[in-house]
C-alpha cells in the first residue's frame, strides 16, 4: 500500500442550499495507519445548474447526497475507511460530484485499492480544479502519480464467437458472431490470467509479470485439439523393426532349413549302416565315411536350433522395437502452432506501435478437447 504525502487540508466549499445538521461527534479511531493523513473537507461546490458537475441534480438529490457525504467525512476522519467508501458512493448516487470522488479516493488509498484510486481520482478532476479547489486538484494529481506507480493497463482481445473471455476470474466480454471482442482495463502490478472459455473449448493463459504503468496486449485464438495435436516415433527410420524381425524370420527359415538336412543326413546315416549290415553279417559298421554322415547330422540339427533361437530372439527384439516406435501423439503449444504457420506463410508478424507509451504484446492462444 503506497503512503501518499500528508496535507492536512479540507475542502471549504458553499453548497448554495440549506446546511445540514452538524454530524455527531466522531467515534474513537480504530487501530489502524492510514494511507494518507489528509482530513476530509466538510461542504460541496454548486456553482449553479449551469455547472456541469450540478446540472439536472434537484435540490433534494443534492442536500440527500450532502448529508452523506459528511457523514463519510466523519468516519474517513476517524479512521473508518470501509464505513466511509460506502457512504461516499451512496452520495454519488445522488450526486456525481468531483469532490466526492476526491474524498472517496482518500478512502481507498487507506484500503490499499489503487485501481478504484485511480478510477475515482480520475473523475474528481474531470472538470478541472473548479468544484474542488486548486490545492485539491493538484493534490489529486500527485496520487494519481503515486498510484500509478501500482497499476498497468491490460488489452485483451479474441476474434472465436461465443468464447466467454474472464481476466483474473471476471468475465469481460463474450465475443459476438462476426465481431472481435475487446476489453482494455487496470489491473495491479504482477502476473495475470486470462481465460477464454466456450463448449469445446476451455483454457486459460497465464501472462508473464505486468510491470507498472506498462500497456499489455494479449490476444486469444481457441484452437481445437486436433490442430494442436501431433505425432512423433522415437527413431525416424521406422524400417528399423521390420528388419529385424525380417532378419529373425530368415534366420527361422534357415534354422528350419538345416533342420530339414539334418533329418536327412540322419537318414543316410540309417541306411548306410543297414547296408553295411547286410554285407558283412555283423553288427554295427566301422566304414569313416558312415560315420561322417551321422557328424553331418549332429552339426546340422544344431545350427538349425541356433537358428531358431536367433530367429525367436530376433522376433522377439523387433516386436519391442515396433512397439517402443510406435507413432504417439502429442500436443504443441499456441506458440509452436504459429511458428509452424509463419513458416507456412499463413501467419504474419507485426510490430505494436504506440507513440509515447511503453506498450508490450503477447499472443497466446487456447485450445479445448472434445
Not at 151 to 157: D, H
Not at 200 to 210: C, E, H, K, R
Not at 331 to 338: L, S
Request: proline letters at 5%; hydrophobic letters at 40%.
Amino acid at each position: 500500500m503506497i503512503k501518499p504525502i500528508a496535507l492536512g487540508l479540507g475542502l471549504t466549499l458553499s453548497l448554495g442550499i440549506a446546511a445540514a445538521q452538524p454530524a455527531p461527534a466522531p467515534a474513537p479511531a480504530p487501530d489502524k495507519k492510514p494511507g494518507t493523513d489528509e482530513k476530509a473537507g466538510e461542504s460541496l461546490e454548486h456553482g449553479g445548474d449551469s455547472r456541469p458537475w450540478a446540472a439536472g441534480v434537484a435540490p433534494a438529490q443534492q442536500q440527500a447526497a450532502l448529508v452523506r457525504f459528511r457523514e463519510a467525512n466523519n468516519q474517513l476522519n476517524s479512521g473508518f475507511f470501509a464505513d466511509a467508501a460506502k457512504l461516499y458512493r451512496e452520495a454519488l448516487k445522488d450526486w456525481n460530484h468531483p469532490a466526492i470522488h476526491y474524498n472517496l479516493a482518500l478512502a481507498l488509498l487507506n484500503l490499499d485499492q489503487p485501481i478504484e484510486v485511480y478510477d475515482s481520482l480520475e473523475k474528481a478532476i474531470k472538470f478541472g480544479p473548479a468544484p474542488l479547489d486548486k490545492d485539491k486538484f493538484d493534490h489529486a494529481k500527485e496520487y494519481m502519480l503515486l498510484v500509478e506507480k501500482q497499476i498497468a493497463t491490460v488489452e485483451v482481445s479474441c476474434a472465436k464467437a461465443g468464447a466467454k473471455v474472464s481476466v483474473d476470474g471476471k468475465e469481460v466480454f463474450t465475443v459476438k458472431p462476426g465481431e472481435v471482442g475487446r476489453y482494455k482495463g487496470r489491473v495491479r502490478v504482477g502476473r495475470h490470467t486470462f481465460v477464454a472459455e466456450k463448449p469445446g473449448y476451455n483454457a486459460q493463459v497465464d501472462a508473464p509479470y505486468v510491470e507498472p504503468g506498462q500497456k499489455f496486449h494479449i490476444e486469444l485464438t481457441l484452437y481445437t485439439a486436433d490442430e494442436l495435436t501431433r505425432y512423433k516415433r522415437r527413431w525416424n527410420a521406422k524400417w528399423v523393426p521390420y528388419a529385424v524381425i525380417g532378419a529373425g524370420v530368415v534366420a527361422g527359415g534357415v534354422g528350419g532349413l538345416m533342420q530339414m538336412s539334418a533329418s536327412s543326413s540322419y537318414q543316410d546315416y540309417d541306411d548306410a549302416v543297414a547296408r553295411c549290415n547286410t554285407d558283412t553279417g555283423q553288427m554295427g559298421c566301422t566304414d569313416a565315411s558312415v560315420a561322417d554322415m551321422k557328424d553331418s547330422g549332429d552339426t546340422k540339427r544344431m545350427l538349425g536350433i541356433v537358428g531358431y533361437g536367433v530367429a525367436g530372439a530376433a522376433i522377439v527384439t523387433g516386436a519391442v522395437l515396433l512397439y517402443l516406435n510406435r507413432e504417439q501423439s502429442y500436443e504443441i503449444t499456441a506458440d509452436q502452432y504459429k511458428a509452424e504457420q509463419r513458416k507456412k506463410g499463413v501467419l504474419g508478424v507485426a510490430p505494436v506501435i504506440e507513440p509515447g507509451r511503453d506498450g508490450a504484446m503477447a499472443g497466446a492462444a487456447v485450445f479445448g478437447k472434445f
